[in-house]
């Protein structure tokens, strides 16, 4: 049972994912169509843009991590457990610097 709530849990975060993406694809189609001036001063619609991709990025991530590292156990191999947990730390490694720089 917990496989099936585990699994429905994934679906609903690569269904977020989706939506998050959708987002920032028809805010960067508005900008592109009417332009970015104007708006309320301090905040910029670029900024929400930019949220819904690093979201939906982070939750695609997440998805192909956790896909991986059962696809890695499956294969009863240190090596592949290796791979996976190296190419693990390397995202994170790099979407923590992404976030901060």
Same mark, same amino acid.
């Given at each position: 049972?917990?496989n099936?709530e585990f699994k429905?849990?994934?679906?609903?975060m690569?269904? !977020?994912? +989706?939506?998050?993406?959708?987002? =920032?694809? &028809?805010?960067s189609?508005i900008?592109?169509?009417?332009? $970015?001036?104007?708006?309320?001063?301090?905040f910029?619609?670029?900024? !929400?843009? +930019?949220?819904?991709?690093f979201? =939906?990025? &982070?939750l695609?991530?997440f998805i192909?991590?956790?896909? $991986?590292?059962?696809?890695?156990r499956?294969?009863r191999?240190v090596?592949f457990t290796?791979a996976q947990?190296i190419?693990t730390?390397?995202?994170?490694?790099?979407?923590?610097?992404g976030?901060?720089?």
């Amino acid at each position: 049972m917990a496989n099936l709530e585990f699994k429905r849990a994934l679906n609903f975060m690569g269904f !977020v994912a +989706t939506m998050c993406i959708a987002v =920032a694809l &028809v805010i960067s189609l508005i900008i592109s169509l009417f332009g $970015g001036t104007g708006g309320i001063p301090g905040f910029q619609i670029t900024n !929400v843009m +930019t949220a819904f991709t690093f979201i =939906a990025n &982070v939750l695609a991530y997440f998805i192909t991590i956790v896909a $991986g590292f059962y696809y890695a156990r499956s294969k009863r191999s240190v090596w592949f457990t290796v791979a996976q947990v190296i190419g693990t730390i390397l995202i994170l490694v790099a979407v923590i610097t992404g976030a901060v720089l």
